[in-house]
C-alpha cells in the first residue's frame, strides 16, 4: 500500500448526499443504476454505480451515501458521470455503498 501524505487526502472531497432519483441502466456493460444525487450547495449530481445486487431502485430513494466530487467528469457508455459513488466489495464482490450513521447536511465534507 502506498502511503499519502495528509496534504494528499485534503485534496480528496468526499461529501455527503442524498439519493432523490434512481435509473435503471441498461446500457451498462455491467448491471448499475444511474443515481441523482443532492449535493446541498454543491449542487445536483449525475453517476452511475453497480450497486444492484444490494439495492432496489426504491430503496435508495432518500439514503444519504458518500461521494468524491472533485474528480472530473468522466463518460461512461453514452452517460457522463460527475462524481464517484463510494463503497466496499462484500466477500462476492458486490458493492455496498458506503453511508453515513446519522443523517447529516447535504454537501457535508468528511474531515
Known sequence: ???ITW??????????????????????RKPAYKVKVDFGELGIKMSSAQITKHYTLEALIG?????VVNFPKKQIGKF???????GFA??????????VERKVPNGSKLI
Open 80 to 86: 457522463m458521470s460527475e462524481f464517484l459513488v463510494t
Open 1 to 3: 500500500m502506498e502511503e
Open 7 to 28: 496534504n494528499d487526502f485534503e485534496k480528496v472531497e468526499l461529501r455527503v448526499g442524498t439519493i432523490i432519483e434512481a435509473f435503471e441502466y441498461p446500457e451498462a
Open 63 to 67: 439514503r444519504q451515501i458518500i461521494g
Open 90 to 99: 462484500d466477500e462476492n464482490g458486490d458493492i455496498v455503498l458506503s453511508t
